[in-house]
């Protein structure tokens, strides 16, 4: 059997960037910069300029991870995209991520978990390299969120930015290497699908803030265990949590509930506000890349989202 190795990691962000004030100014929204940086964290997002779809985005994120990792577009035998917001119904947007690359063998299809869609993705991909079904497989988050934001709602307006991240993951002989993804662990309860929906008349994002982040930490708490549990591993085993980034106060209180210090934890969410799915590989390349993530180290990803659904995986880079 196999074990997928994470060979490169990917970012892209739109052009524009806003920060509270510019955004506030632009929707005639009563709020403040103070007030979304004191229950948020986040200063500033980018968005998607019109017409920038999913899969533009998702398939600069993933040349940017090709390059990484030294690959061509002709090693790629499987494209996955974790997206909210794709560019149609069908084709998928991974469909579209494939011929805008170039790659014209093996499969792709998208997954829908909302913010938690890259783990969720992730978790598939480790599964069907074990199977043996790809070898050489593009894992991407990429969402455009400000196409499904009422921009008349200031309680979720300014929680969002677009982007994607990717990630190529590789399969290596198991037993070759310590290096991987060592366990992925997934979960949903749909009685909680109210609190964070897509509305189905307005086709606009709807959320109960209060009550999503009273589930947060404890579910995110208990999949973070379980996780370390599996592998047989303690909170100080982890190097790096590379947390989903919906808020700045989820992400601080689960980074002491591991006793990580800050300097520990991977905070994009200051800069890219909630880019859902793509939220952790888009930290996960910037990580990498100014050379915080190092070759050998734990890192704990973990997220939770629309579904609810919630989830945990750990890596060894
Ligand atoms: N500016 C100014 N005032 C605002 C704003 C804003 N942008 N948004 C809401 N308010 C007001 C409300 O109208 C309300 O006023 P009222 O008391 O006069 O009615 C007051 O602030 C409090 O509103 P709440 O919604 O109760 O605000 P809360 O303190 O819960 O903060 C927040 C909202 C930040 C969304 C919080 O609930 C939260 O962090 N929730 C976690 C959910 C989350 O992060 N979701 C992201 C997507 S889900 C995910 O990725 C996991």
């Known amino acids: 059997t196999y074990r997928a190795l994470i060979a490169g990691t990917g970012a892209y962000l739109p052009e524009l960037v806003l920060d509270n004030e510019a955004l506030a100014a632009r929707h005639g929204l009563d709020t403040s910069d103070a007030w979304i940086r004191e229950r948020t964290g986040i200063r500033q997002r980018h968005l998607a300029a019109p017409g920038e779809l999913a899969s533009d985005m998702a398939a600069a994120a993933a040349r940017a991870a090709l390059a990484q990792a030294g690959l061509g577009v002709e090693a790629v035998d499987a494209v996955i995209v974790a997206t909210a917001t794709p560019d149609s119904v069908f084709p998928s947007t991974a469909a579209r991520v494939q011929a805008k ?80 993804l060592l366990s992925c662990h997934l979960h949903a309860d749909g009685q909680h699908g109210d609190i964070l929906q897509v509305e189905g008349d307005s086709g606009l994002l709807r959320m109960t803030g209060k009550e999503v982040f009273r589930h947060a930490v404890s579910k995110l708490a208990s ?21 989903h980034q919906a808020n700045l106060r989820i992400i601080e209180a689960m980074g002491r509930k591991l006793g990580l210090p ?9 800069r890219h506000a909630n880019t859902s799915a793509a939220s952790i590989p888009l930290a996960l390349a910037e990580a990498t890349r100014d050379g915080r993530i190092r070759q050998g180290d734990l890192v704990l990803m973990e997220a939770i989202g629309g579904g609810l659904t919630w989830g945990a995986a750990l890596a060894r880079f």
Do not use: H
Not at 262 to 270: C, F, G, I, K, L
């Open 223 to 243: 999949v973070v265990d379980e996780a370390l549990q599996a592998n047989g591993l303690d909170k100080s085993d982890v190097k790096w949590l590379v947390p």
């Open 101 to 180: 690359l170039g790659v014209t063998q093996g499969f792709a299809f998208d997954i829908a978990a909302a913010c938690t869609g890259f783990v969720y993705a992730l978790s598939v991909a480790d599964a069907m390299m074990k199977a043996g079904q790809c070898r050489c497989a593009l894992v991407i988050g990429a969402e455009v969120f400000s196409r499904i934001l009422d921009w008349a709602d200031r309680g979720t307006c300014v929680l969002f930015g677009d982007g994607a991240g990717a990630v190529v993951l590789c399969a290596a002989e198991a037993g070759s290497t310590e290096r991987g």
């Open 262 to 270: 800050r300097e520990q934890v991977v905070v994009t969410v200051d």
